[in-house]
């Protein structure tokens, strides 16, 4: 099946910094998401992006769908930004069965 | 526009037991896919119900099944309870056509004991 790599696993930042969060995919997926996975379990839509850049205040995401990847960029970490975070991408085009990669656990530190 | 809600939020059991979970989505969505996330595994897509009908399966036993009521509400079963069925359980929904993203609830969280 299809198989969906996050980098990297782990991450550790001073609050301030920059980080970028990579997504590979084996295979072509469809409707490519971010999200960000907060204590209690829920997942938080960040980006629905099949492809190009989006951004939203101190978050962007870049999708290169020919190249089977994706990139979520956190800039100005904050304490808040703290979690995981998730790529995922459904495997066919009308349903929706997403294929999660294993994540990527986040530390921001004051 | 409320979002997808989830019931029991959390939910223990015994071994060989059966559970239901219940998952309404937002209103108007149409499609509702349901996962499992544990920490071995991490997360899994169990199956996804668009107007009534299961559309894709993936790869659980035949203890966990589904089914979709005429307003778009799901509920999952498991029946039979093993010690591994412990996990977070996620339901999505989204409107359900090519281009769709989807929305979680919050998870039921189910104990094994």
């Known amino acids: 099946g299809i198989q969906v790599e996050q980098s990297p696993p782990d991450l550790i930042l001073q609050e301030g910094a920059n980080s970028t969060l990579r997504c590979n995919f084996s295979?072509?997926?469809?409707?490519l998401q971010w999200f960000h996975q907060n204590p209690w379990g829920q997942l938080i839509n960040l980006f629905y992006i099949p492809s190009g850049t989006k951004q939203n205040g101190r978050l962007s995401a870049t999708t290169v769908a020919t190249e089977r990847y994706s990139l979520l960029y956190i800039s100005s970490s904050q304490t808040t930004d703290s979690g995981v975070y998730f790529c995922a991408g459904d495997l066919t085009y009308n349903n929706n069965d997403m294929r999660f990669g294993a994540g990527t656990r986040l530390t921001v530190k004051p | 526009k409320a979002g997808v809600t989830q019931t029991p939020r959390y939910l223990i059991k015994t071994r060989g037991q059966q559970v239901t979970l219940s998952c309404s989505p937002i209103s108007g969505h149409r499609s509702v896919s349901w996962y499992q996330q544990t920490p071995g595994q991490g997360l899994q897509f169990l199956f996804e119900?668009?107007?009534?009908?299961q559309r894709n399966k993936g790869n659980f036993p035949g203890r966990f099944s589904g089914r979709q009521f005429s307003n778009s509400r799901s509920e999952m079963n498991v029946s039979t309870l093993e010690l591994g069925d412990s996990a977070l359980y996620l339901c999505?929904?989204?409107w359900g056509g090519g281009a769709s993203e989807q929305f979680f609830g919050p998870g039921t969280r189910l104990t094994v004991l």
């Open positions: 119900y668009f107007s009534e009908t």
């Open positions: 295979d072509s997926v469809n409707n």
């Open positions: 999505a929904s989204s």
